[in-house]
């Protein structure tokens, strides 16, 4: 059974990692390198936060975001979109089902599914819906992919605005995948209206295997896997059109929808009010990492693994030397965070904080890591800031939660949400895979704030 909020519901946790096409390694990750993985903030002392209880009985939610009316949406990987009105309350019947239109998903672990939704720039006058999901592969795909992952655009229903209307569908991209993990999909819409769409490699381990180029698929420029693609869903009658000012629009070389390349398994994109694009790339056996992007910038993988070089026949052991630059000369660039595997498996990205409730996080970056075990959720909450002496890695540490022995939420924390005041939501669940009905939504609180649970 599904719950919503009410008004004495507050609980208090503690904050960590995120799942959905995240996880991303088919071998086991190592136990970490020994080195200290996360730089502390100087002379700070991260708050102690609280969380209150938004929804409970879901899935696996993978988005809680705002079309900017009031309304909120959480996005479940099983297929499903539920609506909450202004008041918090969820609404009766989804926004969305995709369900009969997806692949099987496996209920013990998958990371394909319903991975993104975006709300277009003018939904309030348009309606206009746009989501990633998972299709069953398609006529012509190649023999032994997984899935066909498909962007379509939908329209909300004539007779109820909290509801699309599910018979018109359009198409707008797809792409055939090789292995079920790594898919990226967190759509968004950034400042310039157009739309940013974030790739995985491809799947599978180390950009190796099968649907995987000679030197991985991130490093190809003739391919789109391990990229984030950029493009404008307005100005062609049917499919999209690529942006005039993308940076490789007149190089043949590269395909034209490039904005960014070399990554792994973004997990989690965002943009801040000044248009900073913050990317989550989660790692493979050693380190993971969130980027700040710039234009047409090459973020190492799978040369690299956050700064450090790889191997991807020997991804336990970093090379003592690796190529600075791509296969077209252009420098690599650095991660904004890293830190190793140590108690940790994969960074789930979040947001700058630019709210109104917890004044001591604002110009922080959120983030957290899933678990630090596949077995059992025990996920941890981050903040970091640019300090004024940093010059490279930004400053991390981990947040507490009140109320709970460790200071952390034993659960699996799938993604972040933001509201359109700038307030931050966690997405959790107990199980690994997209199965029961332990999904939650919680918001970040003052820990003097939270009601007894």
């Known amino acids: 059974m599904k719950n919503y909020k009410t008004p004495s519901t507050l609980i208090l946790l503690m904050l960590l990692v995120g799942i959905t096409g995240c996880i991303g390694n088919e071998t086991d990750p190592s136990t970490g390198t020994g080195e200290a993985s996360l730089t502390a903030l100087e002379n700070k002392s991260p708050p102690t936060l609280g969380l209150e209880l938004i929804a409970s009985g879901l899935t696996a939610p993978v988005q809680y975001i705002s079309s900017d009316d009031g309304r909120m949406f959480a996005v479940d990987q099983t297929g499903i979109v539920e609506v909450f009105d202004e008041d918090g309350l969820m609404q009766e019947g989804p926004f969305m089902d995709l369900r009969d239109r997806m692949v099987d998903l496996s209920p013990g672990y998958d990371e394909r599914g319903l991975l993104g939704m975006a709300f277009h720039p003018d939904f309030v006058k348009n309606g206009r819906v746009f989501v990633f999901y998972s299709a069953p592969l398609r006529a012509g795909a190649p023999e032994g992919y997984s899935c066909t992952n498909r962007l379509s655009l939908f329209t909300v229903s004539e007779d109820d605005p909290d509801a699309v209307d599910m018979s018109r569908e359009r ?13 990226g999909g967190a759509i968004t819409f950034g400042p310039d209206g157009y739309l940013y769409l974030p790739l995985g490699d491809g799947g599978g381990a180390n950009d190796q295997g099968l649907g995987h180029s000679e030197g991985g698929n991130a490093q ?10 950029r493009i404008d869903v307005d100005s062609a009658a049917d499919g999209y059109a690529i942006p005039l000012d993308n940076p490789f629009i007149n190089d043949s070389a590269f395909l034209p929808e490039i904005w960014i390349l070399g990554l792994r398994n973004p997990y989690g994109i965002s943009f801040d009010s000044h248009g900073r694009l913050f990317v989550a790339d989660a790692g493979q056996n050693l380190w993971e990492e969130v980027d700040l992007v710039e234009k047409g910038g090459n973020y190492g993988w799978n040369i690299r693994e956050g700064t450090h070089c790889f191997d991807p026949e020997n991804p336990n052991d970093s090379p003592a030397s690796c ?7 252009e420098p690599l660039i650095d991660p904004i965070i ?47 800031r640019q300090e004024a002496s940093d010059e490279g890695l930004w400053k991390a540490e981990e947040i507490s939660i009140a109320g709970r022995p460790d200071g952390r939420i034993g659960e699996f924390i799938r993604a972040f949400g933001r509201d359109g005041e700038g307030e931050i939501y966690l997405l959790t669940s107990e199980v690994l895979g997209p199965s029961g009905d332990s999904g939650k939504i919680y918001k970040l609180v003052r820990a003097e704030e939270q009601a007894p649970a």
């Open 171 to 183: 198409v707008i991209f797809q792409i055939d995948k090789p292995q079920m993990n790594h898919n």
């Open 220 to 229: 190809d420029t003739s391919s789109l896997f391990g990229k984030i693609l």
């Open 323 to 329: 190529p600075e630059v791509g296969a077209k000369g």
């Open 338 to 384: 890293e830190y190793d595997h140590d108690n940790h498996t994969v960074v789930v990205g979040g947001y700058l904080y630019e709210g109104q409730d917890l004044t001591d996080l604002v110009g922080s970056y959120l983030f957290a890591d899933w678990s630090s075990n596949f077995d059992q959720g025990d996920g941890r909450l981050y903040l970091a």
